[in-house]
């Protein structure tokens, strides 16, 4: 495990990622759902200045490193992140699973449509695929926690964007029934095809950034934190007394 500005990220594998996953499902009845938050740099800087968000990401149950920025920081840190493990391709994982093992889905959140647009692409490419339901909803809308248990979901993907996703699963973790929560973020829209890719090329060079900010020009201050604002922060923690 490495700590980056004091957020917690877990230096594992996207096999060793995918096991502890199938290892929670085979549980008949979990204490609590088992969270999982894909941190990017952009979490990091938000814990910053939010120190509840900072604490629930000290406890969720698998931090998974989302960011080349991520592993330049613990390189420069002298701490070890030796693989990316993006939330798209892990959503992309947990359907495979759930198909090949007869588990079912929820996908919560984004827009209005787009949770359903999102299971609909995925059922194409997996078409035994339980999808347990589809709703965009809001983290304190009455109901919500009912909705997602009486579907009896075993995994529940939500996109509120962060932190909201990280907190209501981290505050409703004792209440929900589905074994398996991921905090997914845009990745509804990359799957349901209304956010291009970067290239293949410029994602193995961690370029991703400039891509979005050539194609998405309104996340520029997301990009600022990311590129900008996040190394100038670990580089002046490093020599912080």
Same mark, same amino acid.
């Given at each position: ?91 992309? /994982?947990?359907?495979? %699973?759930?198909?090949? +093992? ?5 996908? @919560?959140?984004? !827009?209005? #449509? ?26 304190? /809308?009455?109901?919500? %926690?009912?909705?997602? +248990? ?5 995994? @529940?993907?939500? !996109?509120? #964007? ?80």
């Amino acid at each position: 495990m490495s700590k980056i500005l004091k957020v917690k990220i877990d230096n594992i594998s996207f096999a060793e990622t995918i096991g502890k996953i199938k290892a929670h499902l085979l549980i008949d009845s979990p204490d609590h759902i088992f969270q999982i938050a894909t941190i990017n740099p952009e979490f990091i800087m938000a814990a910053q200045k939010d120190d509840k968000f900072k604490e629930i990401l000290n406890q969720t149950d698998l931090n998974v490193p989302d960011g080349v920025g991520l592993q330049c920081a613990a390189w420069f840190l002298n701490q070890k992140i030796n693989e990316r493990i993006t939330g798209v391709d892990l959503t992309w /994982e947990l359907c495979k %699973i759930a198909t090949e +093992n007869n588990y079912s889905v929820f996908f @919560l959140g984004a !827009a209005e #449509g787009i949770a359903e647009k999102a299971a609909h692409r995925v059922k194409l490419l997996n078409p035994e695929l339980k999808i347990a339901g589809t709703y965009a909803g809001t983290p304190d /809308e009455e109901g919500i %926690i009912q909705r997602i +248990n009486d579907s009896e979901a075993d995994i @529940l993907l939500v !996109a509120f #964007g962060s932190p909201k996703q990280e907190k209501f699963i981290f505050n409703n973790k004792h209440q929900l029934k589905a074994k398996i929560a991921i905090g997914v973020g845009g990745t509804f829209d990359y799957i349901a095809g209304l956010v291009p890719y970067a290239p293949v090329w410029m994602r193995k060079m961690g370029l991703e950034w400039l891509y979005r900010s050539l194609t998405q020009p309104k996340r520029w201050q997301r990009i600022f934190t990311a590129v900008f604002a996040f190394p100038c922060a670990v580089f002046a923690s490093r020599f912080k007394k």
